[in-house]
C-alpha cells in the first residue's frame, strides 16, 4: 500500500471524504438495480398467468446473474469512487485527491503553512442535519483555492487542521532567528 | 408475443451461453484486477480494503459458480 508522498515520520491525522449519504444514493440506486427485475417479471407472470417452461426459466436466471454480476462490479467501481476521494490532513501538509471515475485521479498538496483561510459551507437543510459541507481551503500559491464539496464533519475537519496550523506556527515562531534572516 | 419470444428463445444454444460466460468472466478478470490495483496502491487503510475485497470476491464467485450451475442444467 503506498501512502501518498509521507515523509519520514509524518502521521496522518484525519481522512475527509464525502459524507456517506451520497454514497448511500448509490447504495439506494443499486439495491433498486438488483430488485426491480425479479419483481416486475413476477408481477408479468402473475398478471398474465403465463406457465413457464423449466428451460425459459433457467434461461431467465441466467441472464438476471450476468445482470447481478454487472451490477455488484458497477456497486464497487462506485465505492471505490467514493473512496479514494479523500482529503487527507496530516501534521504536516494536505494532501487532496480528487478521484474522477476509475482512471481520473488529480493529487495535490500543500503544507499548513501555506494555509490563509478555511471556509466551510453549508448549503441547506439537509447539510445542517446530517452535518456536510463544502469545505475550502485558500492558500497562497498558485492554485489557491482547494474545496472538498460535501465533505462529513466539515467543522471537525477544520477544528483539526486548525489546531495543527497553530501546532506548526509556534514552532516556526520558536525557532524564528532573532536577527529577522530566515 | 409470448409465443415469439419463446420460439426466440428455442434458437438460443448452450453455446452461446458459453460464450456469454467467457466473456462476462473476462470482463471480470479486468474490472477484478482494475479495482485491486486501484485498492493496493491508492488507499490508506488496509482493513476497509481487506474487507472490500473479501466481500467482492465472495459474491462474484458465488454469482459466477451459479451461471455455470445453470448452463450445466440448460444443457
Redesign the interface.
Known amino acids: 500500500?503506498?501512502?501518498h508522498a509521507l515523509e519520514p515520520g509524518e502521521r496522518?491525522l484525519a481522512?475527509v471524504r464525502h459524507h456517506w449519504i451520497f454514497f448511500s444514493l448509490e447504495l439506494i440506486a443499486v439495491i433498486f438495480l438488483v430488485a426491480f427485475p425479479p419483481i416486475a417479471i413476477y408481477s408479468l407472470i402473475k398478471f398474465?398467468q403465463?406457465a413457464l417452461?423449466e428451460?425459459?426459466i433457467?434461461?431467465g436466471?441466467?441472464i438476471y446473474?450476468?445482470w447481478?454480476?454487472l451490477v455488484?462490479?458497477y456497486f464497487?467501481?462506485a465505492?471505490?469512487d467514493y473512496?479514494?476521494d479523500?482529503l487527507?490532513v496530516t501534521d504536516r501538509k494536505i494532501i487532496d485527491?480528487d478521484?474522477k471515475g476509475?482512471f481520473h485521479?488529480e493529487v495535490a498538496s500543500f503544507r499548513l503553512e501555506r494555509i490563509q483561510n478555511i471556509g466551510i459551507e453549508t448549503p441547506g437543510i439537509f447539510s445542517t442535519i446530517f452535518d456536510y459541507g463544502h469545505l475550502r481551503l485558500e492558500t497562497a500559491g498558485e492554485q489557491k483555492t482547494f474545496e472538498l464539496r460535501n465533505a462529513a464533519n466539515p467543522y471537525v475537519a477544520k477544528d483539526i487542521i486548525m489546531a495543527e496550523c497553530e501546532k506548526n506556527k509556534a514552532i516556526f515562531q520558536h525557532h524564528k532567528p532573532t536577527d529577522g534572516t530566515y | 408475443m409470448f409465443d415469439q419470444l419463446l420460439s426466440i428463445i428455442s434458437f438460443i444454444k448452450p453455446i452461446h451461453l458459453w460464450i456469454v460466460f467467457i466473456l462476462v468472466f473476462i470482463y471480470t478478470i479486468v474490472m477484478s484486477a482494475i479495482l485491486l490495483f486501484h485498492w493496493y496502491h491508492f488507499s490508506t487503510q488496509n482493513k476497509y480494503v481487506k474487507i472490500a475485497s473479501g466481500l467482492y470476491f465472495t459474491v462474484l464467485a458465488i454469482i459466477i459458480f451459479s451461471l455455470a450451475v445453470i448452463i450445466n442444467f440448460i444443457t
Open positions: 500500500m503506498k501512502l496522518v481522512e398474465w403465463l417452461p428451460n425459459v433457467a434461461l436466471m441466467f446473474l450476468v447481478l454480476l455488484w462490479i464497487f467501481v465505492w471505490t473512496y479514494l479523500v487527507i485527491i478521484q476509475i485521479r
